[in-house]
């Protein structure tokens, strides 16, 4: 594919029906009301000049480029701002229009630095193609003969952009991005008139100020003045592949814009159905960690974990891999071997995985990583709803008219989402936020959350049902909604309305008084949209599945399911969770969230995969650990993931691996698994992946390769040839074909193909001959399960309690520049922003301990310790510390304990007890004498 | 004492369905782990009931008992 540009119509589309015909240039057209002529212009086919306005963002009418003549109206009104009305009649040509538009274009040009030969922008300035679409031939005024900017200085601060002022032509573009796309209104327009020019914050730079590099100003800026430092490096790229960004569950679509192999940005796709041109400062420029030296390209074994790594041919390897499993089945048994697939892996790539794990391996002992971040969401909203995912589409958040947040920090984690949800925030939509730390949403430009509840951790299922015992004691049931849709209602009712779920009685033990409670659950029930939106401050808990449950629970009580602006939306941690979800991961179910034990489905697979699958679950991660150490469970084999630093109790972690005869680690750095590996294979990087991705609205993306394997394999070739080498026939000529069996044996997906995607772009599961295009809202009309169940949720105290030694209670979080353990993003310039983890604490908790902002200080619980640098702060409440997990040097989970979800084995890594003091002398984690290395809260 | 993983995680599912009837609860539980344990799992757990099921809750054990009838 070539270099694509996607069409830019100048103005936002506008909802409703095409009514309102307009002639323009002799052309007919009909728009929908309120579509501004410029557009409705683009859409009959005509470009009218233009340099302040774009598409993304609403006309702003400075630039006077865009000049027209309507019959019947005075003058040239600009067409960016001038809305279309019926019958009429616009010229975009004519001699008067023309030099209007050349004398425009001579102001600019007089003050803009003639260098295009040599500006990095040269072939893709927009200020470039007016001069060339008004015909310009001369600039009367000279070119910084008089007053000029030519001499503004460039701010190179940022680690992936410049600022050149002296190229800004004040169009305010970059200004308005920040403020109308990502909402954090980092920049303005200082001074005025000939002195007016951008300005990050208060006159800063912008490394300095409130910019969060989401590159919407780099993406919106029509000249050379905002540009990524790798265009100014390498030059424009030249051509592009659409593909699918590798951090967070958002899934956003970009272009991957290169020259020959070489990659030169990220650059945001407009088309994307989860991002439509928005991005972050993670996928719009991390992505250097995959070419960074620290990654491996060659298979490597050894015979013992104290041995030096050799590399090998990659027949030897997986010779190794194969013998090494089968020995180990026929000394102990088809039940001690299994593997862990990847929530960074494409579909195809999970789904390879589980096969072979359960047609060579013979068993189901197959899990994910989801196992310990969102694993709580498949169970709860399956017992519920019927089917293990969210309710919605991400565009839905637009038709939401009270949003509650919880347990979930989408500024940082999903800050794509993060910023459609406070675009409609700004528009007048309520928020509820229930989460112990005082998070951005709170309280950031233009938002205020109505209500705050800074609930005490591990109390969430006594919050939902408070906020449920109001729905149903103050008489705010959807009584229609539940006859027709819903089954044990009454049962349920009867639980909540007793009075020791009411908001009084519990807000001992939430910490958020009653009055409060009362006041956002009567707004959360008045709607009319309401929308539930939540994260691993849901999942990571003891009661991970019931809070899951309870919100649901509320979410029918009230009505707020099956229609656009409602629902019960997971944000999910790692891009693909949902897809290695959706892939059968679980041990105890086949692609497609089917129990193992359903003889019917067993048949589909068993007919097709010529083998008999064992009706029994198989084992989750942490049974399969248990099962290490007891000796029945002997080799496993690990698929982009990092056992060792990501799963709790990590003492118990290393003890099992340890005890393992074979560990193989497929992964792109030789990781704290791969301590433990007897053989690691090299994976490759999201730019090498070919299939496809599932986003948190269950959005299938394709994943298209930028470039060829540095391996010399594909992921799922290296599991094929694994399989075929333990004697079961697994292959495939190419990833459509895993694609194609996904869809002939998983009835949510039995219409999707490559083609399809190729064709359509994305679609959401279910896609099937009910939804040949998918289907962005489920339940509406039915639950999955036929009715919505009713679930009685009782609150359960967690086992971890503060205690005398340890008084406080740490709970961890994310921050926008890094991802989950930081293995990526620790090896980008992102470090720029995050060098190292924080603890954040109360300044009240910081003075009864001699603590000053800044100091190093121990946080030890009673299964760990380290050390790490103190902020005080007060968005967390008395009693309570908070820190973030991406750098295993500090290892701020090094003192998270066994506990975990009931139903899921989820690890509670949001509360635990412990205590905080000056330290004497740093002593980062994995130095400590009895702190193993780096635990850490999932995905 | 320190129980072995799967009577502790036992425990902790049996107090999720302790406020249901009786009966109700060990049938609940006794699925739950049919559908969610490893044999293995459930195998261990029993063989801790006949060493005799120290500080396992009441209606974990009743339901490993289920454990051991066919489904």
Known sequence: MSLLKEPDLGTPARKGEATVDVEIDGLSVAVPEGTSVMRAAALAGIDVPKLCATDSLEAFGSCRLCLVEIDGVKGTPASCTTPVRPGMTVRTQSPRLEKLRRGVMELYISDHPLDCLTCAANGDCELQDMAGVTGLREVRYGVGEGENHLDAPTDSSNPYFDFDASKCIVCSRCVRACDEVQGTFALTIAGRGFDSKVSPGADELFLDSECVSCGACVQACPTATLEEKTVVDLGMPTRSVITTCAYCGVGCSFKAELRGDELVRMVPYKDGGANEGHSCVKGRFAFGYATHPDRKLNPMVRESITDEWREVSWEEAINRVATGMRDIQERHGSGAIGGITSSRCTDEEVYVVQKMVRAAFGNNNVDTCARVCHSPTGYGLKQTFGTSAGTQDFKSVDDADVIIVIGANPTDAHPVFASRMKRRLRQGAKLIVLDPRRIDLVRSPHIEAQHHLKLAPGTNVAMINAFAHVVVTEGLVKDDFVADRCEDFDEWSSFIAQPENSPEALAEVTGVPADDVRAAARMYAAGPNSAIYYGLGVTEHSQGSTMVMGMANLAMATGNIGRDGVGVNPLRGQNNVQGSCDMGSFPHELPGYRHVSDDNVRDIYEKLWGTPILPEPGLRIPNMFDAAIDGTFKALFVQGEDIAQSDPNTQHVNAALSAMELVVVQDLFLNETAKFAHVFLPGTSFLEKDGTFINAERRINRVRPVMKPKTGKHEWEIVCEIAQAMGYPMRYDDTSQIMDEIALTTPTFSGVSFELLDKVGSVQWPCNENAPMGTPIMHKDKFVRGKGRFVPTVYVPTNERSTRKFPLILTTGRILSQYNVGAQTRRTANVTWHPEDILEIHPHDAEVRGIDDGDTVSLASRVGQTTLRARLSDRMPVGVVYTTFHHPVTGANVVTTEHSDWATNCPEYKVTAVQVGLATGRQPADEAAEAPPVPVAGN | ?71
């Open chain 2, 1 to 71: 004492m320190t129980l072995p993983p799967n009577a502790r995680l036992a425990n902790e599912i049996a107090i999720q369905f302790a406020h249901r009837p009786h009966d109700e609860a060990v049938a609940e539980i006794a699925k739950h782990m049919r559908s969610f344990w490893d044999p293995r799992m459930r195998r261990l757990l029993l063989e801790y009931v006949d060493a005799g099921g120290e500080d396992l809750d009441p209606l974990a054990a009743a339901a490993a008992e289920q454990l051991r009838q066919p489904a």
